[in-house]
């Protein structure tokens, strides 16, 4: 079943006295409930710009954005966001940010308290319930803004570079987290990334966008998601498609910056 559908996206940013810059160029996918997909692309192909538009922060030049049959045209609560850092309240503590968006809805608090308990507890962070954000790690405070966002119960998660902060090993832990959340919760997620193992790792479905315009370049269904839900990471990167499609995939955005730099030296 489709759940969120993406009709010939096109964004199209014009610069006040300057060159209008083409954001997007009918981008067009459908996701299935539960499905994962990973977006990679070189800088500036319109992988933050998707995801705005999906997230509702954007209206697109034209074409449209369903969530359940129902078009977007602003936020909504049924779209959780995960960004690269910064988005968590930093006055309030763990408890109160997971806690926020049912608290603002009126949830009882015996309920909340249940609901926000259970999440830090899958999260790892049983002992950290009370402290003030500023006192966590970077991995900590993602798996906060993680657990915030699975609270409010999305129909569909958008994270933009939700790992990108991070060091190389926690970063390797948090996508088995995602990975198990994934398959524990059955949510539907699109992950963006600049990084081609995440991408590969993450991605029961990856899409490689191209620059200039932004749009659609390649798209590969994979089965290191499916595997990596149920066993180490690292073994998995030693499968021998794993290396051929990082190959693979390096190679065309290799391809990419260099067009892309040669048009730069060229004006
Ligand atoms: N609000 C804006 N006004 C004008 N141009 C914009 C705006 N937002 C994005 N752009 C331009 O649109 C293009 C796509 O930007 P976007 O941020 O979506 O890329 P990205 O793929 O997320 O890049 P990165 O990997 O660096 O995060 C870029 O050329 C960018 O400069
Ligand atoms: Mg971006």
Known sequence: MTVLSIQSLSMRFDQPGGVAVQALKDVSLDLRQGELMSVLGPSGCGKTTLLNILAGFLAPTSGSVTLGGKPVTGPGAE?????????????MSVRENVGFGPRMKGMPKAELREIVDHLLDTMGLK??????????????????ALARCLANDPDVILMDEPLGALDALTREKMQGLVLRLWKETGKTIVLITHSVEEALLLGERLVVMAPRPGRIHREYRLPFAEMGAGQDLRGIKKHPEFARTREEILGMIWDMEEEIMGRVEAG
């Open 79 to 91: 779209r959780g966001m995960v960004f690269q850092q910064g988005a968590l309240f930093e006055w």
């Open 127 to 144: 002992d950290f319930k009370e402290k003030a954000v500023y006192e966590l790690s970077g991995g900590m405070q993602q798996r906060v």
